[in-house]
């Protein structure tokens, strides 16, 4: 149980171009969802926290304009990428949270963004 | 400034040689401390959850303890698979349910 996933698992785009990431809880209806990043050998980087139906909070430094966020249902949101550019390369994850109180996030398996 | 320190950074074992792995944090209201595997190009896999000091969770290989100031992931005999970054995380006690994560522990097992 728990399985969340993301689609595409990579994708590499021209500069200037807009990408969106999917993320589905497969087996479970998710309260909330978060999108991170991640940098090679670094830690994951909270981006923002969703909940159906309302806007997403996102953290200090994330552009909400470029990295837009929809969670249209209990088990899909997404993240757009506007206007992409190199500097946007990266790893993103996304999670799912059953409840809100527990804390636990089961993560995607990611996906690897390449801008040219 | 809460904070989530995971000692080392790296960590290289042979095969059947027991450690342990280290998770100090310094935060205003802990609701729980988690445990993720992750290898590479993958999203984290989630281990365990420890709630109140004196915890002990168990899975395998691994077992994951809490103090009020740390947590240790203790790896007995280890094998090559288990061979990955354990990332630790906090849960504060705040409104959301948001995760700090620690920077990990790079694990690699050697036959």
């Known amino acids: 149980g728990a399985v969340v996933s993301q689609h595409p698992s990579w994708v590499i785009c021209k500069s200037g171009t807009s990408v969106k990431i999917e993320c589905r809880s497969l087996?479970?209806?998710?309260?909330?969802m978060f999108w991170y990043r991640q940098f090679p050998k670094q830690s994951l980087m909270l981006m923002a926290t969703?909940?159906?139906?309302?806007?997403?909070?996102?953290e200090q430094g994330v552009e909400k304009d470029k990295f837009l966020i929809n969670h249209a249902s209990l088990t899909l949101s997404t993240l757009t990428v506007t206007s992409a550019h190199p500097e946007d390369s990266s790893f993103y994850i996304c999670?799912?949270?059953?409840?809100?109180?527990?804390?636990?996030?089961?993560f995607g398996p990611g996906t690897r963004l390449l801008v040219l | 400034e809460d904070q989530v320190t995971q000692s080392p950074e790296a960590l290289r074992l042979q095969e059947g040689e027991s450690s342990s792995l280290n998770c100090s944090y310094t935060v205003s209201g802990l609701r729980g401390l988690f445990w993720y595997r992750q290898d590479p190009g993958k999203g984290p896999e989630f281990l365990f959850t420890?709630?109140?000091a004196g915890e002990e969770k168990e899975k395998e290989r691994l077992k994951a303890t809490l103090t009020k100031k740390e947590s240790f992931l203790h790896i007995t005999a280890p094998k090559p698979e288990d061979s990955a970054t354990y990332l630790c995380?906090?849960?504060?006690?705040?409104?959301?349910?948001?995760?700090?994560f620690g920077k990990g522990t790079m694990l690699l097992v050697s036959p």
């Open positions: 995380a906090v849960h504060m006690n705040s409104g959301y349910s948001t995760l700090t």
């Open positions: 420890l709630y109140s």
């Open positions: 999670s799912a949270s059953v409840n809100r109180g527990s804390g636990t996030q089961y």
């Open positions: 087996d479970f209806q998710a309260t909330t």
């Open positions: 969703s909940n159906e139906g309302s806007k997403a909070t996102y």
